[in-house]
């Protein structure tokens, strides 16, 4: 039996959670915030709604970072911003072409061998804390297959 979830943004607005538990919703997946410590103006809302309805929920951190310092920073950010609610299902970093973008705004290129670093800086600094840290890479749809399949 599938089991399907959601991942939510403020960019959704108001979530229905007792519809969506009702639809049968078997989890949801949260934007936490992005960058150095922009909170997603509904996280809260959204975790404790599901905290509150027993919808088994995890959290993602849309990173900016170009540097293993910012990951870092990025990371304490999170945690910060997460601590407070149960989660049952893994803490997120999100790595897409809009970070590769920001950081080429900046005159930072960014290879698949930084992705990897600064990704798994951010996991490693989340699974000092206890949480089950992964990665969630998506990069532009429009790039190559090549720079899209990054080996996390």
Do not use: H
């Not at 909170?39 to 809260?44: A, G, M, N, S």
């Not at 600064?118 to 990069?139: D, H």
Request: charged share 25%; glycine share 10%.
């Amino acid at each position: 039996m599938a089991v399907y979830g959601v991942d939510v943004s403020e960019a959704d607005g108001n979530v229905d959670w007792r519809q969506m538990k009702e639809k049968g919703i078997g989890f949801a997946m949260l934007c936490a915030g992005c960058g150095s410590g922009t909170i997603d103006l509904q996280f809260r809302k959204n975790a404790e709604a599901c905290n509150g309805l027993g919808i088994p929920c995890g959290a993602y951190w849309l990173s900016y970072a170009y540097t293993l310092e910012m990951a870092g920073r990025e990371a304490a950010f999170c945690l910060e911003t997460v601590e407070e609610f149960d989660l049952s299902l893994p803490l997120c970093v999100k790595y897409d072409g809009g970070s590769v973008r920001y950081a080429e705004s900046k005159g930072i290129k960014i290879t698949e061998r930084d992705v990897t670093e600064i990704v798994e800086a951010f996991c490693r600094k989340a699974e000092e804390t206890g949480y089950n840290a992964v990665p969630y890479v998506e990069l532009d749809k429009r790039a190559s297959a090549e720079r899209r399949a990054f080996n996390l």
